[in-house]
Structure formats: structure tokens, C-alpha cells
């Protein structure tokens, strides 16, 4: 008989929980029921990328200085440095600099070490190819800078679905101008230089005093 009950609980305790993840799974899908779906006819239209978007790298021939960091830091030591040295100036000379996006990571190590930032990251993602070696990019190549998708006449930018204001399912529907959720990097650098001036000596002393 005690087997039995037991039996009956546990079968009541299963369906309960069935219930819940049932329901769990069901919330997703009436909240979805909610929203528009919003497609992006692209290539006429274009999301903006976000600010730290890791896209094809941009390369600057004369702020390097061949010392080869960039290879160093590279999970897959991908960047190619040609360089030779002159004998006359003591220096290296870079003769050809070179990164394969076909297997480039995009993790941007090599941006972050390079001491003369002469690497960045660009907002390009259109990099497909039929050949695979047209991804090799060359010093020139790499010296290009992309089209802004909010500078390019040819597309209509739409704002990035995260930064869409409070409320906003669907870009299409933003007027002009309308204040996107979310403060823009050079706000947010501008509020932090603010707060440094206001920090006089005898305060940054005090703290200090007080860390220490
Ligand atoms: S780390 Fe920068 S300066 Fe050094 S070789 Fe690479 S790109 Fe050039
Ligand atoms: S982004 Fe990463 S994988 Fe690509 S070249 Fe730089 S360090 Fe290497």
C-alpha cells in the first residue's frame, strides 16, 4: 500500500513539474506573439554595426614598425611582417605586411597589442569572396577604409536592434533623429573627463591617502 501511495506521489510530483516546463516553454512563445517581426532588406537596407564591432582590420604602412607583436599575440600567428634591416639607419624597413581573413579570427589581439596602433578594426563584415585567396589582404588592401553603412548613399542604415529606444520593436518605425537607448561612446567619455576635472589636487591627494 506504501508503495503504492508513493507511486501516486511521485507520478503527481512529475506531472507538476511537466506542467511548469510546459508553461516555461509556452511564455516564450506568447511573448514572441507580441512582437513584429522585422526584416532588413538588405543590401538596400543595412543594420549599423555596434561601436566595438570586430570587423576587417585596417592597417596604417607607416606607423609600423616591423617589430612583429602583432604575430606574437596572434593565436594562429597569421600576420605576415616583411620586413629587412638597413644597415645604414639601424632600423627595420617594412617592405610587405599581409592577414588572411579567410582565417583570421577576428579576435583582435593584434589590434590591442600593437604598440604604435597603427592596426584597427573596421565595421566591414561584407567580405565574401568566390576565391578564397582574394581574403589574403595586402598592405594596400588593408590600407583601405570601408564605406560607413551611415555614409553610404546607396543604403538605408537602421539602428541597431540593442540600441532601438525603450519600446521600439521595429527600426522601420523610427522617426528621424530619435534618441537611441543607450549613450554613445564619446558621451560616456566626455562624462568621465568631466568628473576628472572636477577632482581638484588636495581631493585626488586625499584619495590616494586614503587607498594607501
Ligand atoms: S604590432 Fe603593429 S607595429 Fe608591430 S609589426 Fe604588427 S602592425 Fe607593425
Ligand atoms: S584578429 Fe586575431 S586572428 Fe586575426 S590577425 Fe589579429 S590576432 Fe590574428
Not at 511537466?18 to 509556452?26: M, R, S
Not at 632600423?91 to 589590434?111: A, E, M, P, R
Not at 570601408?146 to 536592434?161: G, L, S, W
Not at 581631493?203 to 587607498?211: D, I
Request: hydrophobic share 35%; with cysteine; proline share 7%.
Amino acid at each position: 500500500m506504501l508503495n503504492f501511495l508513493k507511486q501516486v506521489g511521485d507520478y503527481a510530483k512529475e506531472t507538476a513539474q511537466a506542467a511548469k516546463f510546459i508553461g516555461q516553454g509556452l511564455s516564450v512563445t506568447f511573448d514572441h506573439m507580441k512582437r513584429r517581426p522585422v526584416t532588413v532588406q538588405y543590401p538596400y537596407e543595412k543594420v549599423i554595426p555596434s561601436e566595438r564591432y570586430r570587423g576587417r582590420i585596417h592597417f596604417e604602412f607607416d606607423k609600423c614598425i616591423a617589430c612583429e607583436v602583432c604575430v606574437r599575440v596572434c593565436p594562429i600567428n597569421l600576420p605576415v611582417v616583411d620586413w629587412e634591416f638597413n644597415r645604414e639607419t639601424k632600423k627595420k624597413t617594412l617592405n610587405h605586411y599581409s592577414i588572411d581573413f579567410g582565417v583570421c579570427i577576428f579576435c583582435g589581439n593584434c589590434v590591442e597589442y600593437c604598440p604604435t596602433n597603427c592596426l584597427s578594426m573596421t565595421e566591414e563584415y561584407e567580405l565574401a569572396s568566390y576565391d578564397r585567396h582574394n581574403l589574403n589582404y595586402d598592405n594596400v588592401a588593408l590600407g583601405r577604409l570601408p564605406y560607413k553603412v551611415t555614409e553610404d548613399p546607396m543604403v538605408a542604415p537602421m539602428r541597431e536592434f540593442a540600441y532601438l529606444p525603450k519600446g521600439a520593436m521595429d527600426p522601420h518605425d523610427l522617426p528621424k533623429g530619435t534618441q537611441r537607448a543607450g549613450r554613445l561612446p564619446k558621451d560616456i567619455l566626455a562624462e568621465i573627463e568631466a568628473e576628472e576635472a572636477k577632482k581638484t589636487p588636495a581631493n585626488a591627494a586625499a584619495e590616494e591617502k586614503s587607498s594607501s
